[in-house]
Structures are given as structure tokens and as C-alpha cells.
């Protein structure tokens, strides 16, 4: 049997025992029941003949991150400024500790009104946060643009002037 990739018509059969479309077996039997195939209906089909077209290289687009990346790092110095634990933040937020770690860790996200309860249960606005989340966001689109390596991650100093700042 010649090879697909050349081309090559493949045949379609149906096994008459449990009714199983498959391409010819070089067994002779059926993938499902592994009955013999003698009484076959033959269709031929095919093979895709032309090779895929190789993707185009997509040119790297900067890192931008969303404030939903900025808001558990946010979340998470603001409590450590606090100088509070999760257990604390926990207890004051009515949730379990678990929860908290998973907002801090990006595992899961708040909703905005669980996020602005969340803010406030650490002694900041809501407001002053998402202004927080802009600023980073700015911070980091003029860094790209600049092209200079922006990794968000790595450059905690954003961070930090940004909780520095009253």
C-alpha cells in the first residue's frame, strides 16, 4: 500500500459486523470487533496531497499586562505593608485563609466588589488601587516603547514606588 503522504488514494471500508467506517487494515480485521472484513463496502478517498503552508512568524508584541496581573501583586504588598498576616486578612474579610492566598497568588480573581472589600479591609480605597493598577500599566507601556526589557515580574521597584507613594 503506498504511503499517504504521497498522495495516495486510501480506501474506506465498513466493517459488516458492527458497521465500523475505517481506512483498510493491513490485518484484515476490524479495529472494534477484530471480525474479518470479506463482505466490505469500498469507498475510495484522497489523501491531502498538497503540504500545509508554513505559519507566517508572528513579530513579538511587547508585554502589557492587564490589570488583572497588577492587582494580586498590588493586593499582596499592600497586606505585607499592613503588616498583617492572611490569617488576619482572612478574619477581617470573613473568608478562608485559602482564599486569600489564591487572590495573592493570581489563582483566582476577585470580583470588583469583592476586590473593593478586599482594598478596604486593608485600609485602602478602591480608587487609590485601580489608580495603582494604571500607573503600573503606564509604567510598563513606557518601557517597552522605550524598548527596554520590561518584566514586571523582575522590576519589583515598580512596585514598591508605587506603595511607597501616599
Not at 513579538?60 to 490569617?87: D, E, N, V
Not at 478602591?126 to 510598563?140: E, H
Amino acid at each position: 500500500m503506498p504511503d499517504a503522504d504521497q498522495g495516495a488514494v486510501r480506501i474506506v471500508l465498513r466493517c459488516p459486523h458492527c458497521n465500523l467506517n475505517q481506512f483498510e487494515p493491513l490485518s484484515g480485521k476490524c479495529r472494534r470487533c477484530k471480525g474479518l472484513m470479506r463482505e466490505q463496502e469500498q469507498v475510495e478517498v484522497e489523501a491531502e496531497s498538497k503540504p500545509k503552508p508554513k505559519p507566517k512568524p508572528v513579530s513579538p508584541t511587547p508585554f502589557l499586562p492587564l490589570p488583572s496581573f497588577w492587582l494580586p501583586i498590588l493586593l499582596t504588598g499592600l497586606r505585607q505593608r499592613a503588616g498583617i498576616t492572611q490569617q488576619e486578612l482572612a478574619n477581617r474579610l470573613g473568608t478562608p485563609r485559602n482564599y486569600v492566598s489564591k487572590v495573592e497568588n493570581a489563582v483566582c480573581l476577585p470580583r470588583m466588589d469583592r476586590a473593593a472589600i478586599y482594598a478596604d479591609a486593608l485600609g485602602v480605597p478602591f480608587a487609590r488601587v485601580m489608580q495603582m493598577c494604571d500607573w503600573l500599566i503606564d509604567s510598563a507601556k513606557t518601557e517597552s516603547a522605550a524598548d527596554s526589557p520590561c518584566n514586571p515580574i523582575d522590576n519589583q521597584a515598580n512596585v514598591t514606588g508605587v506603595l511607597n507613594v501616599s
